[in-house]
């Protein structure tokens, strides 16, 4: 008897409930502008990346992952905003993978998920770059706070901590599809 892994009880768990719970529209509203105001903090810290977007000012870029949306507008100071309900988009980027397990799988790796892109080649182009050149710098925030000791630190274990996670992922998930685990695997099961 063949046995199932507790991953595809998880991810067939993770479907229904995705398919079934809606959430109210103002939990949307205001997750989408605590997304905003995360990008655009990310987004200061690095001015090549506001100048790039200066130049698609007014231009909205919509976002699809099944049922959740999010259309992002390029404000004048090179930052994001949510667009205005109704807003044409310039450009629209679907997250192909549904399954959000491997979604998961996909962002611990440091891939990019696989895209399904229409519209407008220079604004996808700058977002493209603005993805693979800027990158949030969580121990510079931290040592705002806390000081730079405990913040390099705090930022070594969470390093330590996310590639424990991704070894154990992909040990598990490779178990999951069949794939012979590697020696490394073994030892940690």
Not at 73 to 96: C, F, K, R, S, Y
Not at 119 to 134: F, K, Y
């Amino acid at each position: 008897m063949a046995t199932q892994s507790p991953f595809s009880f998880l991810n067939g768990l993770v479907e229904r409930a995705v398919q079934v719970v809606q959430p109210p529209s103002w939990l949307v509203h205001e997750t989408q502008q605590r997304v905003v105001l995360f990008l655009n903090h990310v987004l200061m810290q690095e001015r090549e990346a506001m100048e790039r977007l200066v130049r698609q000012k007014g231009r909205v870029a919509r976002v699809q992952w099944r049922n959740f949306n999010m259309a992002l507008v390029v404000t004048p100071a090179g930052l994001l905003n949510v667009a205005a309900e109704g807003a044409q988009p310039d450009l629209q980027l679907e997250i192909m993978d549904s399954n959000p397990l491997a979604l998961a799988q996909v962002a611990l790796r440091g891939d990019k998920p696989s895209l399904r892109i229409e519209g407008d080649v220079q604004l996808a182009a700058d977002i493209n770059w603005l993805v693979d050149n800027v990158q949030w710098d969580v121990e510079e925030d931290m040592a705002r706070i806390m000081g730079d000791v405990p913040a390099h630190t705090l930022a070594n274990l969470g390093r330590t901590v996310a590639s424990a996670v991704r070894q154990f992922v992909d040990g598990r998930m490779a178990s999951a599809d069949g794939k012979p685990a590697s020696d490394a695997d073994r030892l940690q099961q």
